[in-house]
């Protein structure tokens, strides 16, 4: 029998986004229609939403533009088996798979977290439109919040979990 691990802050604030979410309809239009806008651009009912399972978990304060990137996402998202988000991408057809490759290594090089967003909003879209999935919210969280890690460790990963593409042998 396996040890019961803890949750962590990262998956007490999506599962608390995410129970919000399925309780309230209003909680879930209001993050789902701010789903890839920065916090600060946001109107008050967005706000409110977000601060409503923020506020319940032990994540640093700048962690909030990370949280409500990724309490966006949540309430965009259907319900289903989540995936990793290097796995979305290694499902995508052949054909959809080189765009978001290009898309991928745009976003790579990003420091600056309102660009990075932008960005993964843009790349998360493009999956959606050519699959079904649903993404592990609390593994990319875990993920935003290392991102600007000198090491790179994130950048690394998830180029270490991308799929080989197809070689066309002439």
């Known amino acids: 029998m396996e040890p019961i691990r803890e ?11 995410k129970d919000y979410a399925l309780r309230d309809k209003s909680y879930r239009a209001a993050l ?6 920065p916090l600060r651009t946001q109107r008050t009912d967005a706000w409110m939403a977000f601060y409503r399972a923020f506020d319940q978990v032990n994540l640093p304060k700048s962690a909030e533009e990370d949280a409500y990137f990724i309490a966006g996402l949540i309430c965009s998202q259907e319900e289903g088996e989540s995936i990793f988000f290097t796995e979305a991408i290694n499902r995508l057809p052949d054909n959809a798979y080189s765009s978001a490759m ?66 066309s042998e002439s």
């Open 32 to 37: 789902h229609h701010a789903f890839g806008h």
């Open 102 to 167: 290009h898309r991928l290594r745009e976003l790579l090089p990003v420091h600056h977290h309102e660009v990075l967003h932008k960005k993964l909003f843009g790349l998360i879209r493009y999956i959606e439109s050519k699959e079904t999935v649903v993404i592990k919210p609390s593994y990319l969280l875990d993920d935003l919040l290392a991102w600007n890690k000198p090491t790179h460790d994130v950048q690394r990963k998830w180029l270490r979990n991308i799929r080989e593409p197809e070689s």
């Open 7 to 17: 949750e962590t802050n990262t998956q007490k604030f999506c599962r608390l986004v």
